[in-house]
């Protein structure tokens, strides 16, 4: 924080009490200028005589004296002095240069409880109790200490204020304290100093604040000595270990501390705008400050300075900064940068450099690993560790940065400042080494878990390269980096992260290849996957269908480049119920790969999954069984069998047997199959928790709804979290989790869940998908056991007519409405017809077992 407007500067404490020592000064003072005014009259009237003379004298010593005793030292601070009595021992209260109060001071709780804590700590013997505030220029540093003497100004008589960025300057405010402690004004500035402490120690407990200190060098010879006094410095640079007590840095405020200090200072209830402008300035302080000065001024809102922010970085940094601030923030920190250059070379390189990656935990062996891409003057500080060392070293010294063993971090407006100074023609140099220096340095096989690690701390970086070279229009190559971090973010479940990268990626690759090249039906691909995975199948059979279109044109209709693409589409035809074209789209991909790879290969394993899911979902469990079985063998016969092929073969076992009614061998399945998925991805992975359905689904049919309860709601916790709570494979988990309420008993909290179920396909699937006649037959099952046979009838009819067009009157799932109908003829008493409905039921499942 920043010096705000309020209290006035602490010129004396208790200044509007008028004590026993402020009477006497007071009525002194009167005494004094009576006499004055009669000296001066009678001056007038023995003119004519010698007497005017003395007269005169007397008048004008009387006059100065009061002067003086009510001026001292320009005005700058009052002395209050008690009469020592005979014997005693003399107090002073003396209080000069603190800024005013600012009545808007937020939060700093901690660094608060520090600095009184390291104050009131025992003294080493002959030492000075000390701290030193250190921090960013414009953290508020200065607002802390000042808050300090306001809170705790009665522990101290004796409290001054020194401006310590210059030694010349800061002798003078010292100067100053030593006429307000004696009245001598005769002695020279350079003598002041060594007799101020002995005069000082005799005032009683005094705390001295040496604000904006360059160096602890700049502050050695100006040490206070003796105990009985404190002293606080404020500093940007860091090195004051050997001179005071404790080191506290101060740093930037917490989110809510932020968003407070904007609604105070603005008086806005706007607290969303309030946290968006927080987090652009990096919740700086001093930007806030300015930020807020810039609402009031311009009698604007939160709202329109965040939309400023993100459109005109540079010209809102530069406004005018708020009255009790002297620079605004896109000069706060140029002294600092010139200065951390000199002491040494390459620093300001190295700042430049990661001022175009993320501000956050830039790895310290990251420069290294892209040194062939930097420029010569940087590459030769970095190659030298001895000279990047003390490049990083004077980059801290000046809090520029901070630092820990593995990494460094900037605040984001050092970032921008850095940026914002330089030419354009600098700035997009600067941007595309950055990006070439991602580029070599993303891994190349994102998908391999044992990358994942590096992908992780290189993306946030990918992506502020990518943003600098775009706002800059630099025609730098980025599509294949983007795709790459795209595909470390889909194989890390990290779906709409993955959807942004391969957007970015496309129209890059438009850009600078063509919008009918490979590389376009490459990330169409990407895109048709991960939006199937998002559950938006329009833009996945778009995306699906460019990439077969481009690769068809290119290379013909039997290339194997096509794949992929064909076999995705196929998926998403069969999650849009689409089944025919499904089979169509499925079949060609499992020709092509059989004969580009042969019959027994490992990668037509994926092929005959795709049709195995299609084949139940048909409601065909004999053939689906048997595509299983072709998958078990040529895994069998496989010279180094893939484990995640493994796991996907014993899930669809499980589901088959699930179907077939073997549900002790679909528990087994379903369990060896989440286990190895959890191995291989992690227990909370997307894999690993698609498992758990069948895991639970198994354990219902079991008799065990307690074990699939908790099993589902882990599950659906798991699932929300990955791909949100609104997601088709959470109404998965919702049906599976309501289908155990059901078991229980509980049949109103397992409505609720089918319902919830049926919201969710609904929205992303539309009334008429096969995926909502499911948990509308659950819901009516429910009903059912309530007793709420009519909207139970009007569920099953709506279930009942979604299947009929889709798939048939003999499809599995028509048996199972077939049985809840039963149900609810049973219940109305018509055992016949409810007993003829089970029979045809049975039926139409058993031609489903042997299909």
């Not at 699930?658 to 991805?681: F, I, K, P, V, W």
Request: hydrophobic share 40%.
């Amino acid at each position: 924080m920043v010096r705000g407007r309020g209290e006035k500067p602490l010129v004396h404490d208790d200044a509007t009490r008028i004590g026993p020592r402020r009477l006497l000064v007071v009525t002194g003072g009167l005494v004094l200028a009576i006499l004055a005014a009669i000296g001066a009259y009678a001056g007038l009237a023995a003119q004519n005589s010698g007497l005017h003379v003395a007269w005169t004298a007397v008048a004008s010593t009387i006059a100065g004296v009061f002067a003086f005793l009510t001026t001292t030292a320009g005005g700058y601070a009052v002395l209050n002095r008690q009469l020592t009595p005979a014997g005693g021992t003399r107090s002073t209260e003396i209080r000069g240069g603190v800024p005013p109060r600012n009545n808007s001071f937020t939060g700093r709780t901690e660094p608060m409880d520090s600095i009184h804590t390291s104050l009131r700590a025992e003294p080493a013997r002959g030492r000075v109790r000390s701290c030193a505030l250190c921090g960013l220029g414009g953290v508020g540093k200065t607002a802390l200490a000042a808050e300090y003497v306001y809170r705790f100004r009665s522990e101290y008589p004796v409290v001054w204020w020194v401006r310590a960025e210059h030694p010349s300057v800061a002798i003078e405010d010292l100067s100053r304290l030593f006429v307000a402690l004696t009245g001598n004004t005769s002695l020279d500035s350079a003598d002041v100093v060594n007799q101020l402490w002995p005069e000082l120690a005799a005032a009683g407990p005094w705390l001295l604040i040496f604000d904006n200190a360059r160096s602890p060098e700049s502050l050695r010879d100006l040490w206070p000595t003796g105990a009985d006094g404190c002293v606080i410095v404020t500093s940007r640079t860091n090195t004051w270990s050997e001179l005071v007590d404790e080191t506290i840095t101060v740093e930037v405020f917490s989110h809510q501390d932020a968003i407070a200090l904007l609604r105070a200072r603005t008086r806005s209830d706007d607290r969303e705008s309030a946290a968006e402008v927080a987090d652009h300035l990096g919740r700086l302080p001093l930007a806030l400050v300015q930020a807020a000065a810039y609402v009031n001024e311009s009698k604007t809102t939160l709202r329109h300075y965040s939309d400023l922010v993100q459109r005109q970085m540079g010209d809102i940094m530069a406004t005018r900064p708020p009255s009790d601030y002297n620079v605004p923030v896109a000069t706060t920190w140029s002294m600092s940068i010139a200065e951390a250059d000199a002491r040494a070379p390459g620093a300001r390189d190295l700042l430049t450099f990661c001022s175009y990656l993320a501000p956050e935990r830039i790895q310290r062996t990251l420069p290294l690993a892209c040194v062939d891409d930097l420029p010569a003057e940087l590459a030769a500080v970095v190659r030298n560790p001895v000279r990047y060392d003390l490049a990083v070293a004077a980059l801290l010294h000046y809090s520029l940065a901070t630092a820990e063993a593995d990494h460094i971090a900037l605040h984001r407006l050092v970032q921008f400042t850095v940026r914002f100074s330089l030419r354009e023609e600098d700035q997009l140099n600067w941007a595309e080494t950055a990006i070439r220096a991602m580029d070599r340095r993303f891994p190349r096989q994102p998908a391999d878990k044992d990358t994942w690690e590096r992908c992780a701390a290189l993306t946030p970086h990918v992506l502020a390269a990518v943003a600098h070279v775009s706002r800059l229009g630099s025609t730098e190559p980025k599509g294949d980096l983007l795709m790459r971090a795209g595909v470390y973010h889909m194989a890390r479940d990290l779906a709409s992260s993955a959807l942004d990268l391969f957007r970015m990626a496309l129209v890059d690759y438009e850009h600078t290849c063509g919008p009918d090249s490979l590389e376009v039906a490459e990330i169409c691909g990407e895109l048709a996957r991960v939006q199937h995975r998002r559950a938006d199948l329009a833009d996945a059979l778009v995306f699906s269908e460019r990439a077969i279109r481009i690769k068809e044109h290119r290379y013909g209709a039997t290339t194997t480049r096509l794949i992929p693409n064909v076999a995705q589409l196929g998926g998403t035809l069969m999650e849009s119920a689409r089944y025919a074209e499904a089979r169509d789209s499925m079949e060609r991909a499992l020709v092509l790969a059989e004969a580009a790879y042969g019959p027994t290969d490992q990668r037509l394993l994926e092929h005959l999954r795709h049709l195995f899911w299609l084949h139940m979902k048909c409601g065909r469990f004999r053939s689906g069984l048997r595509l299983v079985e072709r998958g078990v063998d040529i895994q069998a016969r496989a010279a180094n069998p893939e484990e995640r092929a493994a796991a996907f073969l014993h899930e669809e076992l499980g589901h088959v047997h699930q179907e077939m009614g073997d549900y002790e061998s679909a528990l087994s399945h379903a369990q060896r199959s989440r286990d190895l998925s959890a191995t291989l991805d992690g227990p909370d992975s997307y894999r690993a928790l698609t498992c758990e359905t069948g895991i639970a689904t198994a354990l219902i049919s079991l008799g065990d709804h307690r074990s699939a309860f908790d099993i589902a709601a882990h599950c659906l916790e798991g699932l929300s979290r990955l791909q949100g709570e609104d997601h088709p494979d959470c109404a998965d988990a919702l049906e599976i989790l309501g289908l155990a309420l059901h078991a229980g008993g509980r049949f109103s909290a397992a409505m609720l869940r089918f319902s919830q179920a049926i919201a969710i396909y609904e929205h992303f699937y539309g009334c008429d998908h096969p995926y909502v006649a499911r948990p509308l037959r659950s819901l009516a099952t429910a009903q059912l056991a309530l007793g709420d046979i009519g909207p139970a009838r009007a569920g099953l009819d709506k279930a009942e007519q979604i299947i009929l067009r889709h798939s048939g009157s003999r499809h599995p799932e028509y048996a199972r409405i077939l049985q809840a109908r039963s149900e609810a003829y049973r219940v109305s008493g018509d055992t016949e017809n409810a007993a003829a409905l089970i029979r045809e039921a049975d039926e139409i499942l058993r031609d489903a077992r042997r299909a």
